[in-house]
């Protein structure tokens, strides 16, 4: 019999980089989507009908983009990136819950942002900080809407960095100007800058889905920790391109709203022990051969 994966957001950057993965562990994978379509489930089925029979994985990735700069920080907005990840993890959750058979896996994936910007702190997964803006509090309550305590379905999250990939995500806003020579640091570019290979986000969550061992939280970050000006440097040596252009803050303020602008003028360096500590075998921990890779053609 065939094993079912059911994605949600499935359809997206990372979900279409994760249903291949899956695909070629032998899981059928499904997505969940606000739309029908092939392979796809709807949020309503899922809410009347439940996941289907015999589903082995159920994983959410779902979330309105955040760094959409056409869409103006109003507190509609926030709400809708709010609650497209927070009631998608609690109808998922519930569908787990409810099945006659539990799925063996349940998985969700959060950001770093649940670690407050810092400059001098270097944080794990066994870092314990306190909710101390927007993304920390959304962090929290997004992992928390879908922890569950049940011995048969086994329950893990991945915080992610940047991820970095073709077609979608980050590289799509930044390649342009990096490849016209415009591009340069954020701010001052000494912010952390908490990245990885979409392979190795993808990697880690069937890292999760195999090894039975893997509860609680992954960070999904590289284990080589750069600042956005060495990033910057980075993808701008990989273009042969200058890379000095630095985007001000204020414009930066100016282009997404103080509190958005948070995202990408301050950062945090993160490591991945407990991702490491569990066997993971990263295909891209050097920033230079990820980038390479990114943009080849
Ligand atoms: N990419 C990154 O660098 C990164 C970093 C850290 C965390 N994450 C998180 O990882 C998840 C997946 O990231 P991604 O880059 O793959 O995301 P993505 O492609 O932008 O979006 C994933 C899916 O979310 C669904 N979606 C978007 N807006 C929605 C809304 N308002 N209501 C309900 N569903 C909505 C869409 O599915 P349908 O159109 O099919 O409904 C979309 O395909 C997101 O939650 C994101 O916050 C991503």
Redesign the pocket.
């Known amino acids: 019999m065939t094993k079912l994966a059911v994605v949600g ?1 499935g ?5 279409r980089a994760l249903a291949k993965q899956l695909q070629k562990s032998g899981y059928k994978a499904l ?1 969940v ?3 029908p379509g092939e392979n796809t489930l709807t949020w309503k089925s899922i809410e009347t009908e439940g996941l289907p029979k015999n589903t082995e994985v159920v994983i959410n ?6 760094l959409n700069v056409f869409k103006r920080w109003t507190p509609n907005f926030k709400q ?1 990136v709010w609650d ?2 927070i009631k ?1 993890t609690k109808t998922l959750r519930t569908a787990v819950l409810a099945a006659d058979t539990p799925p063996k896996v349940w998985a969700t ?3 770093v942002g649940f670690y407050p910007p810092s400059t001098s702190r270097i944080y794990d997964e066994l870092s314990v900080p306190e909710s101390t803006d927007f993304w920390s509090e959304l962090t929290h309550a997004w992992e928390n809407s879908g922890r569950i305590k049940n011995e048969n379905t086994r329950h893990f999250v991945v915080r ?4 970095l990939g073709k077609n ?3 590289m799509s806003e930044m390649l342009p100007p990096f490849k016209l020579g415009l591009g340069g640091p954020m701010g001052d570019g000494k912010q952390w800058f908490p990245w990885i290979h979409i392979d190795d986000i993808a990697g880690i969550f069937m890292h999760g889905v195999k090894n039975t061992s893997v509860r609680g939280v992954l960070n999904g970050v590289a284990p080589e920790a750069h600042t956005n000006g060495e990033f910057s440097k980075a993808l701008g040596s990989v273009l042969s391109r200058p890379a000095l252009l630095p985007l001000p803050s204020f414009v930066v303020k100016a282009l997404y709203g103080s509190e958005r602008s948070v995202m990408l003028l301050q950062g945090q360096n993160v490591y991945p022990k407990l991702t490491l500590d569990s066997g993971y075998v990263y295909s891209y921990p050097k920033l230079d051969a990820a980038l390479k890779e990114v943009t080849s053609r």
Do not use: M
């Open positions: 957001g359809n997206g950057f990372i979900g997505s989507s606000r739309k990735l779902t979330g309105e983009p955040v809708e497209s990840r998608t994936v959060s950001g992610s960095g940047v991820v979608g995500g980050a």
